[in-house]
């Protein structure tokens, strides 16, 4: 089945999807991520026969246990084995498996994203993890994440170090924000509603207790 009908066709089968849902949603934000990683499934080949959402997608669509932090035992276990059934491994099979369990991980993340509340927190939460994923399965695919011999976990914790930076980054653009436009605002919660979402991709609630630190750090004296 054609990866966009499926995916198309799983968000319309959702219960509380409206209409005027905007194109940036979670549930195209996983679906976006089921669509590389089916590009990926078609660059291998391993068989034209079986696609790869009778291989993965599907399955775990069904399965309301579908759980992309319970993949991620799966990947690190992957990455231990130390042979195949008690034989030594064959030049390139074990980076296929890891390969496999990586786009697992994604896949889970993926569904998790679509399935959960509309654009909530959690929901955002998992379509960013599908997308490092995919990320993360693209650059062992090039080489990039095995050229030194690194694991995809510890690859990806390096990618969870560089979202903290992020993060911190968009907090200062909020507090500065705050510096020289809270005043127009009669509460801290319309301040927030002004500027998540706009000013910095982040939540309302995340927006709102950066706005209610640089509150008190003013308070204080120590900003």
Request: net charge neutral.
């Amino acid at each position: 089945m054609n990866p966009q009908i499926l995916a198309i066709t799983i968000v319309k089968n959702l219960s509380d999807v409206e209409e005027n849902i905007p194109v940036t949603t979670t549930r195209l934000a996983g679906a976006s991520v089921l669509f590389g990683l089916e590009d990926i499934w078609k660059m291998w080949g391993i068989d034209k026969k079986v696609d790869f959402y009778q291989f993965c997608g599907k399955e775990m669509w069904d399965d309301e246990s579908t759980s992309g932090d319970q993949e991620l035992i799966g990947l690190k276990e992957t990455e231990a084995l130390s042979n195949w059934n008690g034989e030594p491994f064959v030049p390139g099979f074990k980076a296929a498996i890891v390969q496999i369990a990586i786009m697992h991980v994604a896949c889970a993340f993926a569904i998790q994203a679509m399935k959960a509340e509309v654009n909530s927190t959690a929901a955002w939460l998992h379509a960013c993890e599908a997308k490092q994923w995919l990320g993360i399965l693209q650059g062992t695919i090039s080489g990039r994440g095995m050229q030194k011999n690194i694991a995809a976990t510890t690859f990806s914790s390096r990618g969870l170090d560089k979202r903290h930076a992020e993060n911190r980054a968009m907090k200062a653009n909020v507090l500065a924000w705050c510096d020289q436009n809270i005043e127009k605002y009669k509460s801290l919660d319309k301040a927030a509603e002004a500027i998540a979402g706009k000013e910095v991709p982040v939540s309302f609630r995340t927006v709102r207790a950066w706005i209610g630190e640089w509150k008190k750090l003013r308070a204080t004296g120590r900003l």
